[in-house]
């Protein structure tokens, strides 16, 4: 490996850390917080704490302006359908389906990559994607082959891929679409778009479903889920993307879900069982898989 390609890869593998932070707060956030209302003040925080130190994009005007109507899609994509998407779902659906269903991301990704943008494969992706799968696929159904003819879908199934298919497109559009904002700025400006694409939604939530109750427990999953999942996990997959291209990077996806299931073990008293260990070395595998050429 060259070494100027030593730290994209390597965040391959560490910015899945941060972002499976956030199925810890699809599992305790979402019972003191309405998932809308997680949702849109997560992002909104994201901006104001990035705002801080991204005041000069204010002087950028003539480049918002232009690239507007982008930032506003990425920032529906992103924060908006895969900010709120999850935690709806996780209201009517199991986390194993949520775990099948997010795992089709990557392969939206390759799909609309190859036939929107005509990126290239190879056979050491190929052999890797399904490495992953299966890897993931073991874990989900907890080496219990069987487990997959009884498995049940629900309407959150839906919600969970519309979430893999959001995430897809903001993926390969944030690499394909080329902005003159340097990365803060550019995911500064996302995550105002993202937060204002929720706000009709909050407000209905707000008013006609359930009520957010402004308290410690709310500050505390909405400053947690603005800056591990959000910010960190946000901006070290741009960085990543950048680099590796849409495809590659959204390998980061399958190594989501393993660690999703070490937080599990850890917060959550779940059981490391032999079928975890099977499941990561088949993820980490295609992951290396992936860096090859053909």
Not at 248 to 256: D, E, H, I, N, P
């Amino acid at each position: 490996m060259k070494k100027k390609d030593f730290l994209p890869y390597s965040l391959l593998l560490i910015q899945p850390i941060f972002m499976a932070s956030n199925l810890v707060v699809a599992r305790g956030g979402v019972e003191h917080v309405p998932p809308i209302s997680l949702a849109f003040w997560r992002w909104s925080t994201v901006f104001f704490l990035l705002i801080l130190f991204n005041y000069k994009i204010f002087n950028k005007k003539k480049i918002l302006l232009k690239e507007y109507k982008e930032l506003f899609f990425l920032g529906l994509m992103g924060c908006g359908v895969c900010g709120a998407f999850p935690f709806i779902a996780g209201q009517t659906t199991t986390i194993i389906n949520m775990g099948i269903i997010y795992t089709s991301s990557p392969i939206f990704i390759i799909l609309l990559s190859y036939f929107f943008f005509k990126e290239k494969l190879n056979l050491f992706k190929l052999i890797g994607l399904f490495s992953c799968l299966f890897g993931v696929l073991i874990i989900i159904i907890k080496g219990e082959y069987l487990s997959l003819i009884s498995l049940k879908f629900t309407k959150g199934d839906l919600w969970m891929l519309g979430a893999s298919i959001g995430w897809a497109l903001y993926s390969i559009f944030l690499f394909n679409w080329k902005s003159s904002l340097n990365v803060f700025e550019r995911f500064t400006a996302i995550s105002f778009f993202g937060a204002l694409s929720l706000l009709p939604f909050y407000i209905l939530e707000q008013n006609f479903v359930v009520s957010t109750i402004f308290d410690m427990k709310f500050l505390f999953w909405i400053f947690f889920a603005a800056i591990s999942p959000g910010i960190i996990a946000f901006i070290l997959y741009t960085y990543t993307q950048k680099y590796l291209g849409a495809t590659t990077t959204g390998f980061t996806l399958y190594l989501f879900t393993v660690y999703g299931a070490f937080y599990g073990i850890l917060f959550f008293g779940e059981t490391l069982e032999l079928f975890h260990l099977y499941g990561t070395f088949l993820v980490f595998l295609g992951v290396y898989l992936v860096r090859k050429k053909a």
